[in-house]
């Protein structure tokens, strides 16, 4: 048999086990990734789009450095990939999907949601990005808003800031960050109160 | 190199055919004409750095196209923006 | 569509078999092992023993039927045993043994 065919669980302890011995990779260090990479989610990117809601120059930043606009808020960023955000507008909608794997912005949103790596959500996305998003999200979107649908193929990551829904106006940051789902900064939502 | 506003085709190459490769440029936007929208920086070639070989650093652009263009059923002014290395795009 | 024809299987944008299938989009919690499988990737880039572009190499050359049926993290830690056999940081001896828990 192909060893790597070996049962997944099995192989993962072979492989830590294997790597420790050698001194290559110890346990506490896995350990230690795994607690960091547990504490992005997507609260993070939620604080950003309220922060750019309420600070046109946070605003400016955000749109032309994600990156520096994260760690402006104090987000990790060094080692992850640069970071672009894309504004939608009364005029655009943007939704991001990655058909080739499932890059995503990690260090601002966590973990991908099971969703964003399906099969399904890759073909869909690009192709009929209407009706999928009506279809499984109920998000619809008019037809005067153009769709950009953004594969996100290489080096960035990217990340949507929705539009603030209305009804908010005279709300403090803390109160808009609460409203912001992990979908909305992809784009398969729109946040509403 | 290629400009903002620049018109651009994607190569109609099919290395996959050829062997074992690692490819960043979906099939479906092959052969298709975009606009260059911006240019996002150097990155190392992801074609080696997948096989471990030493990687040049290759400009990388966010290439807007018309969705109508792809498929026909689809919204016509909708869009599709794509980052696309430098070595996959051409003057139409 | 010719260029589908010719779309290597994990290049699934606008693919037509999945352009009728429903997605879940029900929270599904990562289990330790998936965890651990992200950690281990990302200690491995860290320390300069493997890319992540070599990670999905190795993905896209799993069959066609194990990509899909395998899940996210099993199809991670395949391309990432593969790669450490390839650059030889483990051998096959070593692995089997390890599997045999010796």
């Not at chain 1, 890759?122 to 499984?136: H, Q, Y």
């Not at chain 2, 936007?29 to 096989?51: K, M, Q, S």
Request: net charge negative.
């Amino acid at each position: 048999m192909n060893i790597l065919e070996t049962d997944s669980a099995r192989l993962l302890t072979a492989v830590r086990t294997l790597l420790e011995q050698k001194g290559i990779v110890s346990t506490a260090e896995v350990m230690e990734r795994m607690a960091t990479t547990d504490a992005a989610n997507p609260g993070q990117g939620g604080r950003m789009v309220a922060k750019a809601w309420v600070d046109p120059a946070y605003r400016a930043l955000l749109l032309s450095d994600g990156t520096k606009a994260a760690e402006a808020l104090g987000i990790m960023m060094r080692g992850m990939p640069p970071l672009g955000v894309l504004e939608n507008t009364p005029e655009v909608h943007n939704l991001v999907v990655c058909t080739l794997c499932s890059c995503y912005p990690r260090a601002v949103l966590g973990y991908p949601p099971f969703w964003y790596k399906s099969a399904s959500f890759r073909a869909r996305a690009v192709r009929d990005p209407r009706e999928l998003l009506a279809s499984e999200w109920k998000t619809v979107i008019p037809d005067a808003v153009k769709v950009r649908v953004v594969d996100s193929t290489a080096d960035y990551r990217w990340m949507v800031l929705p539009v603030r829904p209305a009804g908010t106006e005279g709300w403090d940051e803390a109160r808009l960050a609460r409203i912001v789902r992990e979908g909305d900064m992809i784009g398969v939502t729109v946040p509403g109160i | 190199m290629f400009a903002a506003g620049e018109t651009v085709r994607v190569k109609n190459e099919w290395p996959e055919a050829l062997g074992p490769v690692h490819i960043r440029t979906p099939h479906y936007v092959r052969g298709e004409v975009g606009e260059i929208v911006r240019y996002l920086g150097d990155f190392p070639n992801p074609e080696d750095l997948a096989f471990a070989r030493p990687a040049e650093r290759r400009p990388l652009y966010h290439v807007r196209f018309l969705k109508g263009a792809i498929w026909p059923e689809a919204k016509p002014d909708d869009e599709l923006l794509i980052e696309i290395f430098g070595h996959w795009l051409e003057r139409p | 569509m010719d260029k589908e024809a010719q779309r290597a299987h994990h290049d699934l944008g606008g693919a037509s078999k999945f352009m009728c299938e429903s997605v879940d989009i029900e929270p599904h919690g990562l289990t330790d092992f998936d965890r651990e499988v992200d950690a281990l990737r990302q200690m491995l880039a860290a320390k300069k023993l493997m890319t992540v572009d070599e990670l999905r190499r190795g993905i896209e050359s799993l069959p066609e039927a194990d990509y899909h049926r395998l899940s996210y993290y099993q199809r991670w830690i395949r391309s990432i045993t593969d790669t450490l056999l390839r650059h030889g940081v483990l051998t096959e001896d070593e692995l089997r043994a390890a599997l045999e828990g010796k």
